[in-house]
């Protein structure tokens, strides 16, 4: 089993900037995909990035292109999420997501394919 925790969200005024970051415990794998995913109140859960270990490729939701950047822990299984130029339709709860395995690249947007989740960390956008 892999746990995943999520942290650094916050309340950010718009046109500011977050880290997320997920660490992982418990079972750890040399190829992975992770991911960020997003759920704002009454919505449902959004695919917002994801990368893979094995050559490093990312996606990305076309709400957040050019402002939010994925990057992964080199040293063990982990993730982050940097945003920039915050929204207040950013506002959301923001999940990370993993699997023991590398991902079809047209795949990595479905939340179906991962294995593991975090419980979430909350990101309000709002001056």
């Known amino acids: 089993q892999v746990q995943l925790l999520e942290s650094g969200g916050g309340l950010v005024q718009p046109g500011g900037s977050l880290r997320l970051s997920c660490t992982t415990s418990?079972?750890?794998?040399?190829?992975?995909?992770m991911a960020w995913f997003r759920q704002a109140p009454g919505k449902e859960r959004e695919f917002v990035s994801a990368?893979?270990?094995?050559?490093?490729?990312?996606g990305y939701a076309d709400s957040v292109k050019g402002r939010f950047t994925i990057s992964r822990d080199r040293a063990k299984m982990g993730s982050y999420l940097q945003m920039n130029s915050l929204e207040p339709e950013d506002t959301a709860v923001y999940y990370c997501?993993?699997?023991?395995?590398?991902?079809?690249?047209?795949?990595?947007?479905?939340?179906?394919?991962?294995?593991?989740w975090g419980q979430g960390t909350q990101v309000t956008v709002s001056s």
């Open positions: 990368i893979r270990s094995s050559d490093n490729s990312v």
């Open positions: 418990g079972r750890t794998f040399s190829d992975y995909s």
């Open positions: 997501a993993a699997r023991g395995s590398r991902i079809n690249y047209s795949s990595l947007s479905l939340s179906y394919v991962y294995d593991y």
